[in-house]
């Protein structure tokens, strides 16, 4: 069964950093488009990083480009968003995602439409003050 469980979220001020964890079971984040997606109240789901290791490519929103970077680490079965230089408009609710088997591609990761995303996790919070 596939599962996603993030962690790391909370409130920072502008400027700090944060590192958000999800963890991944049931499949092997390696072999998954796997992507970080945020939600703000009033506002769509939109996407943030996206990372495939198979095939060693990543993509950013313009709005992080230079501030976060994704990395996966197959041992740990783990993908982590770094997040640095936060801004209040960072604030929103964080969500893993994971393509279904198969579905995996750097088109994927380079188009970051949530709905190539099947998996998704309960998400975590991050709260930026100005």
């Known amino acids: 069964q596939v599962q996603l469980e993030e962690s790391g979220g909370g409130s920072v001020q502008a400027g700090g950093s944060l590192r958000l964890s999800c963890a991944a079971s049931g499949f092997t984040v390696g072999t998954r488009s796997m992507g970080w997606f945020r939600q703000a109240p009033g506002k769509e789901r939109e996407a943030v990083a996206t990372i495939y290791t198979g095939g060693s490519c990543t993509y950013f929103a313009d709005s992080v480009k230079g501030r976060f970077t994704i990395s996966a680490d197959n041992a740990k079965n783990t993908v982590y968003l770094q997040m640095n230089s936060l801004k209040p408009e960072d604030t929103a609710l964080y969500y893993c995602?994971?393509?279904?088997?198969?579905?995996?591609?750097?088109?994927?990761?380079?188009?970051?439409?949530?709905?190539?995303?099947?998996?998704w996790g309960q998400g975590t919070q991050v709260t930026v003050s100005s």
């Open positions: 995602a994971a393509t279904r088997y198969g579905g995996a591609s750097c088109t994927t990761v380079k188009r970051q439409n949530p709905a190539d995303f099947r998996y």
